[in-house]
C-alpha cells in the first residue's frame, strides 16, 4: 500500500470549496471519475455555506461546524482514494466502480451521494450535536435536506436534458423501485433525521459499532447502483453512448451546466 500523503481536511467551513475545488482538479488532471461528486458537492457547499453567510439557520455558527464536519467526511475519504488507501465500506464501493468504464455519470453521482447523504450527513450530524443537544437541530437539519433536494433536482432534469433516454429512466424508477434512482435514495433520506437522532444518543462505542453497521448496509446499496436491475441495463447502454468525451471534459461540461 502506498504512504498516506493526501490529507485534505477544513478548519472551518470556508475552506471547504477551494479543497473540493483542489479534488475537482486533481480528477480533471487524472481523468478520475471521482471528479463528477466532487464537482457536484461544490456546487452544494456554495449554496450551504452561502446560506450561512447570510444568516438564514438558526444558529450559524453550528451550521458552520456542521458544513465543516461533513465535507471532512468526504475529504478524508477522496484523500484516502488518491493514495491508494482503504476508505469506509461504502466510499470504497463508490470508488471502486470509479474505475468502470461502462458506468455512466449518473451512477458514479448516486454513487457520492449514498455515500455522503445517507451516512455522512448523519454521522457529521451527530458528531456536531451529540446527546440531547441534537433535539435543537432538527430545523437547521430539515433545511439542509431542502438544499440536498435542489441537488436531485438538478441531477435528474439536467441530465435528461443532455441524455434523453434519461426521460424514461426517471419515470420508471417509481413503478419498478430500482435503487439505482433518485426516488429510492430520497426514501433513505428521510429516515436520515431518525439515524442522526440515534447516532448522537449513543455512547461513543456504540455510535462506532453502528457506523460501521451503517456503513456496511449502504455499501451493498452501492452494490445496486454499480449493477443495476437488468431492465435497466438496456437505458443504460444508451445513457453511457451518448456521453462524449473523456472524463475530463465530461466533468468541465457537467460544471458548466449546474454551476
Known amino acids: 500500500m502506498n504512504e498516506r500523503k493526501t490529507v485534505w481536511q477544513a478548519d472551518d467551513c470556508h475552506e471547504v470549496v477551494p479543497l473540493l475545488e483542489q479534488v475537482v482538479a486533481r480528477s480533471r488532471t487524472q481523468n478520475d471519475p471521482v471528479g463528477y461528486f466532487a464537482m457536484l458537492y461544490r456546487l452544494t ?6 446560506a450561512v453567510d447570510q444568516g438564514r439557520f438558526a444558529d450559524n455558527a453550528r451550521m458552520a461546524e456542521m458544513d465543516k464536519n461533513f465535507a471532512n467526511r468526504y475529504l478524508d475519504a477522496v484523500s484516502a482514494h488518491f493514495d491508494e488507501w482503504e476508505a469506509t465500506a461504502v466510499w470504497q464501493a463508490s470508488f471502486t466502480g470509479a474505475a468502470n468504464p461502462k458506468l455512466t455519470v449518473i451512477q458514479h453521482l448516486f454513487l457520492g451521494m449514498n455515500a455522503h447523504i445517507n451516512l455522512d450527513l448523519a454521522v457529521a450530524a451527530a458528531e456536531t450535536c451529540p446527546g440531547d443537544a441534537i433535539h435543537g437541530f432538527a430545523g437547521d437539519f430539515a433545511k439542509i435536506n431542502a438544499i440536498l433536494d435542489s441537488l436531485f433536482d438538478i441531477v435528474e ?10 426521460r424514461i429512466l426517471l419515470p420508471m424508477g417509481e413503478k419498478i423501485g430500482n435503487l439505482l434512482l433518485a426516488f429510492a435514495m430520497k426514501d433513505e433520506r428521510k429516515s436520515a433525521w431518525d439515524r442522526a437522532v440515534e447516532l448522537a444518543l449513543l455512547d461513543p462505542q456504540a455510535r462506532k459499532t453502528r ?8 455499501a451493498t446499496l452501492a452494490q445496486d ?3 443495476p436491475d437488468p431492465l435497466f441495463r438496456p437505458i443504460l447502454d444508451e445513457v453511457r453512448d451518448q456521453e462524449r468525451g473523456t472524463v475530463a471534459q465530461k466533468i468541465e461540461d457537467f460544471d458548466n451546466r449546474v454551476g
Do not use: S
Open 45 to 50: 457547499t456554495l449554496k450551504i455555506v452561502g
Open 157 to 166: 432534469h439536467d441530465e435528461a436534458k443532455v441524455w434523453h433516454p434519461l
Open 211 to 218: 457506523i460501521e453497521e451503517l456503513d456496511r448496509r449502504y
Open 225 to 227: 447502483i454499480l449493477t
